[in-house]
């Protein structure tokens, strides 16, 4: 199965290396929308991330028209302006979840000429929005539980105990 995470330019470098992180962890692909508010090569993009940058699969782009160009799979849009819940679609292999700007979100025009495939995260009226790396946490891993978490280990261990040993 893959999944891919399309970040549509990006401003803040914290978020993105927390998201690279997530992508890392999960084996989602990231591909990046040109233009960001930082370098590849950001201090704090690259503190965010950790010491998971070499775990990751990404691609950078010129614009939506480039990524375009060079993609296909089915496309599911983030958005506040959604209709949809994000738990309302079937996230099917090679999907690709798409995030706008933190301040801005994606362009309405590809919202409009994608209605039923736009989707949101419930959250009170009063709030503008989630922080964009826990918005797309949340995207990964509702597509991942739909797949039944393949290639990701279920089951944890404790350093000291054994779990199959419980007093």
């Known amino acids: 199965m893959e999944l891919n995470i399309v970040l549509v330019e990006p401003q803040i470098p914290q978020n993105t290396g927390n998201i690279a992180r997530t992508c890392a962890v999960t084996g989602a692909r990231l591909h990046l929308i040109k233009p960001m508010g930082f370098t590849p090569d950001d201090k704090q993009l690259k503190r965010a991330g950790l010491d998971y940058w070499h775990y990751l699969d990404i691609t950078y782009y010129d614009g ?48 409009f000429d994608n209605k039923t495939r736009c989707v949101r995260i419930p959250m009170r009226e009063t709030l503008r929005s989630l922080n964009l790396s826990n918005s797309v946490a949340i995207g990964v891993y509702e597509a991942l539980r739909q797949w039944n978490f393949p290639e990701l280990q279920n089951k944890g261990r404790l350093r000291e105990f054994d779990w199959n040993n419980a007093e």
């Open 64 to 111: 939506l028209e480039d990524f375009f160009a060079r993609n296909n799979g089915e496309y599911f849009f983030f958005s506040t302006k959604a209709e949809n819940t994000y738990c309302d679609v079937s996230y099917p292999d090679k999907s690709f979840l798409f995030f706008g700007r933190e301040d801005a979100g994606l362009p309405e025009r590809l919202l």
